[in-house]
């Protein structure tokens, strides 16, 4: 079974328009992490947020917010206002276990693109 | 500047002969990762490192090896590289784990490796 699901390959989306990208995780381990990253055309790859399982709210970092429905093992990333620039690959990521038994698993990705 | 510096940046080379992708942080990371990135597979972890001389087998193993001799540095090497090799190579750096908070470490990435083996 796929540990980071990420369904949406591409999604085309208007400028200024709120964008959701979807993610969902599959794990038993009471403590586990997620995070999201962006890679824009250049490789790099960005951090741009991060939700604990034990956190009470959704996490939320300027213009990204993170909605997580624990129950429903989903933490789909938000978009407030997008813009050109949010062109990018976007990949969700998951990391569990402790002390010589991390694992960290990544989706496989969103093409996102803004349409001025 | 914190960073994780990975070199080359791009590298042609042909099967059969052995390479060595370099990555080093100046952060003091204990966990340290090499990952490679394919089209409509996502980044698959390689190899993982907790600490010196502690190294691990990620998902995608077969073909690589590496080591984890001094903590700043975890090289990856190809001893016979195949074309079934061509990728996009990362390697990532963070803390471990902390237990009592349960908080997370985000990942560090180099800038990346783009490697062809013809």
């Known amino acids: 079974a796929q540990k980071i699901t990420q369904t949406q390959p591409g999604m085309f989306v208007q400028e200024k328009e709120a964008v959701t990208l979807d993610c969902t995780y599959d794990?038993?381990?009471?403590?586990?992490?997620l995070f999201w990253y962006k890679q824009p055309s250049s490789g790099e790859m960005i951090f741009l947020i991060y939700?604990?399982?034990?956190?009470?709210q959704n996490a939320t970092e300027g213009r990204y917010s993170l909605n997580f429905q624990k129950a429903r093992k989903s933490a789909n990333l938000v978009i407030s206002a997008s813009q050109l620039g949010d062109s990018a690959m976007y990949f969700c990521?998951?990391?569990?276990?402790?002390?010589?038994?991390?694992?960290?698993?990544f989706g496989t990705g969103t093409r996102l693109t803004i349409i001025p | 500047e914190a960073q994780v510096t990975q070199n080359p940046r791009y590298l042609i080379t042909v099967t059969g002969k052995k390479l060595t992708v370099t990555c080093s942080q100046n952060?003091?990371?204990?966990?340290m990762s090499w990952y490679r990135q394919d089209p409509g597979l996502g980044l698959r972890q390689i190899y993982y490192?907790?600490?010196?001389?502690?190294?691990d087998k990620g998902d995608v193993p077969e073909g690589y090896k590496v080591s984890r001799k001094e903590k700043r540095n975890f090289p990856l090497i190809l001893e016979s590289p195949s074309p079934n090799q061509t990728s996009l190579y990362f390697c990532?750096?963070?803390?471990?784990?902390?237990?009592?908070?349960?908080?997370?470490?985000?990942?560090?990435f180099g800038s990346g490796t783009q490697l062809s083996v013809l």
């Open positions: 990532a750096s963070s803390l471990l784990r902390n237990r009592k908070t349960g908080k997370n470490e985000k990942l560090f």
């Open positions: 794990t038993s381990d009471p403590s586990y992490g």
């Open positions: 939700q604990g399982s034990y956190d009470q």
């Open positions: 990521a998951m990391r569990e276990g402790y002390f010589g038994n991390e694992k960290l698993t």
């Open positions: 952060m003091n990371h204990e966990y």
């Open positions: 490192s907790m600490n010196v001389e502690v190294t």
